[in-house]
T-cell receptor, first 111, second 118 residues
Framework: GENVEQHPSTLSVQEGDSAVIKCTYSDSASNYFPWYKQELGKRPQLIIDIRSNVGEKKDQRIAVTLNKTAKHFSLHITETQPEDSAVYFCAASIGNNDMRFGAGTRLTVKP | ETGVTQTPRHLVMGMTNKKSLKCEQHLGHNAMYWYKQSAKKPLELMFVYSLEERVENNSVPSRFSPECPNSSHLFLHLHTLQPEDSALYLC?????????????????FGEGSRLTVL
């Protein structure tokens, strides 16, 4: 089955700096890679996703890149703000079957 | 509010108790999931009900028993749990096309049920 590794487990940045979270996956058949944000005490919510037919996707301050050859994908947050502080989870799946999540990255943005 | 409601939000139970977690979705989705969230561990997929078929997860102990009476409701029955089962249990739903392979991709999560086993 799929195995997803996520790094780092914690990340602290100064407001305005960029943050990068990286994930690797093991199953080359995986074709869907979402990122979820979970604020303290709240449910995980999808913030961006990418499918295997594209290499990069951007939505305002958030971008995701995918390297299928190396089987890794990354989340990039630019101009970070305190409200970006949360736990971020990457995931990988074949379609939406058996979606496997990374262990999460706790991002802290210091004002 | 994402349209996925879980009850109870908090549950404390002894190891000999029997309790159930409930999940309800009002999004018209046809797949529902139970995930276990423990500190510093990945979200663990426990069970999937997809297009009215249950996908088994052989790694989940039999003291957890799911029930999906229809596409809008999902239960997790708990019996003789262990302290290490204490965690946040998240329900999610998604929309799958016929055949189960193509879908919107997005999981909509509930707020979770925080379970403490004494």
């Amino acid at each position: 089955g799929e195995n997803v590794e996520q790094h780092p487990s914690t990340l602290s940045v100064q407001e305005g700096d960029s943050a990068v979270i990286k994930c690797t996956y093991s199953d080359s058949a995986s074709n869907y890679f979402p990122w979820y944000k979970q604020e303290l005490g709240k449910r995980p919510q999808l913030i961006i996703d990418i499918r295997s037919n594209v290499g990069e996707k951007k939505d305002q301050r958030i971008a995701v890149t995918l390297n299928k050859t190396a089987k890794h994908f990354s989340l990039h947050i630019t101009e970070t703000q305190p409200e970006d502080s949360a736990v971020y989870f990457c995931a990988a799946s074949i379609g939406n079957n058996d979606m496997r999540f990374g262990a999460g990255t706790r991002l802290t943005v210091k004002p | 509010e994402t349209g996925v409601t879980q009850t109870p939000r908090h549950l404390v139970m002894g190891m000999t108790n029997k309790k159930s977690l409930k999940c309800e979705q009002h999004l018209g989705h046809n797949a529902m999931y139970w995930y276990k969230q423990s500190a510093k561990k990945p979200l663990e997929l426990m069970f999937v009900y997809s297009l009215e078929e249950r996908v088994e997860n052989n790694s989940v102990p039999s003291r957890f028993s799911p029930e999906c009476p229809n596409s809008s409701h999902l239960f997790l029955h708990l019996h003789t749990l262990q302290p290490e089962d204490s965690a946040l249990y998240l329900c999610a739903s998604s929309l799958k096309a016929s055949g189960g392979s193509a879908n919107t991709g997005e999981l909509f999560f509930g707020e979770g049920s925080r379970l403490t086993v004494l």
